[in-house]
Each structure stands twice: as structure tokens, then as C-alpha cells.
């Protein structure tokens, strides 16, 4: 049975993909420090479903705290780590920028160092489409130039980029960066548009539009996307021995010098905010009144996975519409909270 640690596993994708991972046959040990940035007793209950399979155990504990993910790892000897603990929220990195330095730098850092000293087959992290920073050639390819991040959310993800880089060349640890585009689904994460503008409409509070509705984002749907995962983890980066550095090596953005792979994984086609909004409302049956406002700081207009690389890797496609996933996470939502 393979066996695969999976960090932030009380978080929404982390959830996900434990459920998936488990029913398909894989031994999952869940790591989670249920931190509060959002509602801790969704994290609870995500965890106390995943507790019910007997091919799940829980570790919570802090990415950063000294030592723990080094015994952790050699004491299990995964096969897989797929880490997504982190503090994500591009809005929130503005307000308390540390956060990220604990939980995405030391707390990647004190991962790369476990791998390091206990080596698994695949080691695959976390990135995002705020990678690409004020790139404006559509879709976004990994092969695009991404230095030019716009939030310090996107610079701690870009830096662990390149710390996974550097370690998977030092060390030979055949490694996986994916960068996700704006995940949605049942479960979802409460600071993100979907949960807060079917909460703030059922409440009969107006939504917050911002740049005035002109904006556009790659919506993926969590179930397709637990499911690219999976299917990238068999997909293992090996090193290119034969390709002198440095050189650009744009074929399939694996490093001419390391055993390490930036992918994509998206829905291939950019919704515009105000259908997505509709969609929203013809969910839940009611319009919602609308407080259009400018531009945040920190954001980009638009988004748009290229899905190429993900697709020639694995053979995947995404198949949820916005439609179906919008309203499986409304259904979600009601019961849930029972509104
Ligand atoms: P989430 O916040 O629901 O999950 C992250 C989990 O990590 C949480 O359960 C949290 O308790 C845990 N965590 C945070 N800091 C920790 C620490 N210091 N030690 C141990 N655990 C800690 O977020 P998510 O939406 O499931 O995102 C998972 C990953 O994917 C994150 O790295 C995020 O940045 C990235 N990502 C998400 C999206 C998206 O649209 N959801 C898009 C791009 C990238």
C-alpha cells in the first residue's frame, strides 16, 4: 500500500485530497497545526471525517515547530509528501506578513531539510497562480517569466519555488511545484469570494466587487484538482544529466538541472467575476446586491492556466463546469449550516 504524507491536511485541498487519496487505497498520514486563521471548527470537522478511515492518522503540530516534520518523516518513510500546510490569502499578507515567513519559509524550509535526511520517491508543494505575479501573456505557461510578484503571499510561495529548486538539485530529490488557480468547491475556504458572497447573500448583505466586476480568474474546480494531483504523483521529474547548464529549457519546464517540475493545475478557461456572481445566484435562487469597488492591492485582473503541461504529464482534463461546481458548493453550504 502506498504510503503518503500529506501537510495541511484539515485544510480545504488538503482535505480533498486525503478523501481521495484514501478511498484510493493510499495509507495518508495527516499533518495539521488547525491554525485560526479561519473558522478552526471547519478544520475539526474535515479532520473528525477523514478520522472515520482507518487508512488515516492525524499529526497536529506546526510546520515550524524544531524537529518535529524531521522525526515525523523518519519515523513513517512516506513514499509521497505532498506538502500543502502553508498560510495562504493573498489580502492577508498585508496585514500580517510574518505569518507566512513562519508557516511557508521556516515551515517549507524545516520540510526540504526532513526530505533531505529521509528521502521519499516524490516530494510535491504547493504554489499558485500569484506566482506569476504581473505577467500578462495569456494562459499563463510555466515557462512564462514569473518574477514580478505583486503580494508577499505570492513571494513566500515563489521563494519556496526556489528553495525546492535548489534542494532538488543539491540533493536529487525529484520534486513537483503546482501552482493552483482559485480552487472552489464544498468544504470550501470561508476568507475566499465563494464562501463570503453566498454567506453575505443568504444574509441579505450586499457582496464586495472589486475592480468594479472587471476581473476574470481560472476557476478549479477541488475535486478535479485532488485528481490532477494524484495523477501527477506517479509523474516523478528525474534529472536531465545530459543538458549543460545553464541553458533555457523551455520543452516541459523541467530544470535542465535538477530533478524538478513547475505545473499548472487549472480549468483552462477564465470565468469572468460577474458570471461567476450569476452563477452564484442562480444557486442559490437570489440576487445579490452589489458594492463595486476599486481594485485591491495585491491582486491582478485576470488569471488563465495554460493546462498543456499537466495534460501531456498525466493525460488529464478538468470536467467540473462553474456552473455544476457552484452549485455543489451552495448545496454544501446549506447543509452545512443548515440555512
Ligand atoms: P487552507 O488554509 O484551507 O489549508 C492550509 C492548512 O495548513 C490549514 O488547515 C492550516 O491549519 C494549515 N497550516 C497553516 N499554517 C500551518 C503551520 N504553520 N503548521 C502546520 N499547519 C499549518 O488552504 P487551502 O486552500 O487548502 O490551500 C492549500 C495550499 O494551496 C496552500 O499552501 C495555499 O497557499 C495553496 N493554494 C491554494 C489555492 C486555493 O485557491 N485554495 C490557490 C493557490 C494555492
Not at 43 to 53: D, G, I, P, T, Y
Amino acid at each position: 500500500m502506498p504510503k503518503a504524507l500529506v501537510t495541511g491536511s484539515a485544510g480545504f485541498i488538503g482535505y480533498h485530497l486525503c478523501k481521495h487519496l484514501l478511498a484510493a487505497g493510499f495509507d495518508v498520514i495527516g499533518f495539521d497545526a488547525m491554525t485560526d486563521y479561519y473558522d478552526v471548527r471547519l478544520k475539526e470537522r474535515r479532520q473528525a471525517n477523514l478520522l472515520q478511515s482507518s487508512g488515516f492518522r492525524a499529526v497536529n503540530d506546526r510546520l515550524e515547530a524544531d524537529g518535529v516534520l524531521m522525526d515525523l518523516v523518519a519515523a513513517e518513510q512516506p513514499d509521497f509528501v505532498v506538502h500543502l500546510a502553508g498560510q495562504a490569502g493573498v489580502r492577508y499578507s498585508i496585514v500580517e506578513p510574518r505569518s507566512y515567513i513562519d508557516a511557508n519559509i521556516i515551515g517549507t524550509f524545516n520540510l526540504l531539510e526532513a526530505v533531505r535526511a529521509t528521502p521519499v520517491k516524490h516530494l510535491l508543494l504547493a504554489s499558485t497562480s500569484s506566482a506569476y505575479g504581473a505577467n500578462t501573456k495569456m494562459p499563463y505557461s510555466e515557462t512564462d517569466k514569473a518574477d514580478t510578484q505583486m503580494s508577499f503571499y505570492a513571494a513566500t510561495k515563489k521563494s519556496n519555488e526556489v528553495m525546492a529548486h535548489s534542494y532538488a538539485h543539491l540533493y536529487d530529490i525529484p520534486t513537483t511545484m503546482f501552482r493552483f488557480f482559485t480552487v472552489y468547491g464544498p468544504w470550501g475556504r470561508p476568507d475566499m469570494a465563494l464562501f463570503k458572497f453566498t454567506k453575505a447573500i443568504l444574509n441579505g448583505d450586499p457582496i464586495d466587487v472589486y475592480n468594479h466586476g472587471d476581473m476574470s480568474r481560472d476557476f478549479t474546480y477541488v475535486t478535479d484538482l485532488v485528481r490532477g494531483i494524484h495523477l501527477l504523483l506517479n509523474a516523478i521529474p528525474e534529472r536531465l544529466d545530459d543538458v549543460p547548464a545553464p541553458q533555457v529549457f523551455d520543452g516541459d519546464s523541467l530544470s535542465p538541472v535538477a530533478p524538478h517540475r513547475i505545473v499548472n493545475i487549472g480549468n483552462g478557461e477564465p470565468v469572468q467575476l460577474m458570471a461567476f456572481i450569476e452563477a452564484i445566484e442562480g444557486a442559490l435562487g437570489q440576487p445579490a446586491a452589489k458594492n463595486f469597488m476599486d481594485m485591491q492591492p495585491g491582486d491582478v485582473p485576470a488569471t488563465w492556466a495554460d493546462g498543456a503541461l499537466l495534460q501531456k504529464l498525466t493525460g488529464y482534463t478538468p470536467k467540473t463546469d462553474v456552473t455544476t461546481g457552484v452549485k455543489a458548493f451552495v448545496d454544501w453550504y446549506r447543509d452545512y449550516y443548515d440555512v
